[in-house]
């Protein structure tokens, strides 16, 4: 049978682990090709080839720190010295440091979470964009947050970058329409590594914030990513499609 990935490119930049980790698993079991890409190179390169031997697919792990644009246009380089086109770009890295209390926020910590989670973001969709329109097609996943939607004080300059990405997504559709498509994927509460620092407590918060009454397993993000970048979202652009268990 073939596959809906079959002989496609995918870019997943926090490729190594949690939910990038399934994506990149996601997308080579349907035949892609995967870049990885992730700030520690030694990870990447353990998952390219665990992901190489188990579906048969080409890999390439690559070390990048996406809040530095030279370092973004690298990584594009890069890709397209290996593959020639890329089909599928998820932008997924990102990161939310802990603080004691918004006057706490130092300059530095500000905008490091903006340039993680925006900058670069912005600076590798137009570039792999440009590209791909070029090229006649591809799709863009921009991993939002819950952050954006209802945000909450320990994570106000995440919340505010992740709030921009949905600009991000809704403005590039426009600019990179009709060949390339560019829609939101908004995870809500994961149980990826991360979790393993939550209290019993604070997982219950959570756990009642959702209409399903729990949090997600990591692999339960995978329909959605598939969705958005393969065919089979062929008329979806410029949305957010929300994988939260109705976050409220």
């Given at each position: 049978?073939?596959?809906?990935?079959?002989?496609?490119?995918?870019?997943?930049?926090?490729?190594?682990?949690?939910?990038?980790e399934?994506?990149?698993?996601?997308?080579?079991?349907e035949?892609?090709?995967?870049?990885?890409?992730?700030r520690?190179?030694?990870?990447?390169?353990?998952?390219?080839?665990?992901?190489?031997?188990?579906?048969?697919?080409?890999?390439?792990a690559?070390?990048?720190n996406?809040?530095?644009?030279?370092?973004?246009?690298?990584?594009?380089?890069?890709?397209?010295?290996?593959?020639?086109?890329?089909?599928v770009?998820?932008?997924?890295?990102?990161?939310?440091?802990?603080?004691?209390?918004?006057?706490?926020?130092?300059?530095?910590?500000?905008?490091?979470?903006?340039?993680?989670?925006?900058?670069?973001?912005?600076?590798?969709?137009?570039?792999?964009?440009?590209?791909?329109?070029?090229?006649?097609?591809?799709?863009?996943?921009?991993?939002?947050?819950?952050?954006?939607?209802?945000?909450?004080?320990?994570?106000?300059?995440?919340?505010?970058?992740?709030?921009?990405?949905?600009?991000?997504?809704?403005?590039?559709a426009?600019?990179?329409?009709?060949?390339?498509?560019?829609?939101?994927?908004?995870?809500?509460?994961?149980?990826?590594?991360?979790?393993?620092?939550?209290?019993?407590?604070?997982?219950?918060?959570?756990?009642?914030?959702?209409?399903?009454?729990?949090?997600?397993?990591?692999?339960?993000?995978?329909?959605?990513?598939?969705?958005?970048?393969?065919?089979?979202?062929?008329?979806?652009?410029?949305?957010?499609?929300?994988?939260?268990?109705?976050?409220?």
């Open positions: 049978m073939t596959k809906k990935m079959d002989g496609h490119v995918a870019v997943v930049t926090g490729g190594s682990r949690g939910l990038g399934m994506m990149v698993r996601a997308f080579a079991a035949g892609a090709n995967v870049v990885i890409a992730s520690k190179l030694e990870p990447c390169a353990v998952l390219a080839e665990s992901v190489r031997e188990e579906y048969g697919v080409e890999t390439l690559i070390d990048v996406v809040s530095k644009w030279d370092q973004c246009d690298k990584l594009v380089e890069a890709v397209y010295a290996r593959f020639d086109k890329v089909d770009l998820v932008n997924n890295a990102g990161m939310s440091p802990l603080y004691d209390d918004l006057t706490s926020v130092t300059e530095e910590l500000f905008d490091k979470v903006v340039d993680v989670n925006l900058k670069g973001p912005f600076r590798l969709a137009v570039l792999f964009g440009e590209r791909m329109r070029r090229d006649g097609g591809g799709k863009i996943v921009n991993v939002g947050s819950i952050e954006a939607m209802s945000p909450q004080p320990e994570a106000l300059p995440y919340a505010m970058a992740k709030s921009g990405v949905h600009a991000l997504t809704e403005g590039l426009r600019a990179l329409a009709p060949q390339v498509r560019v829609n939101t994927l908004q995870p809500g509460p994961f149980l990826t590594d991360i979790s393993r620092a939550w209290s019993p407590e604070f997982k219950a918060g959570l756990d009642r914030r959702t209409s399903l009454g729990r949090c997600a397993d990591p692999a339960e993000i995978v329909g959605a990513a598939i969705y958005l970048a393969t065919d089979d979202s062929s008329y979806t652009t410029g949305s957010l499609l929300r994988a939260d268990g109705g976050w409220s």
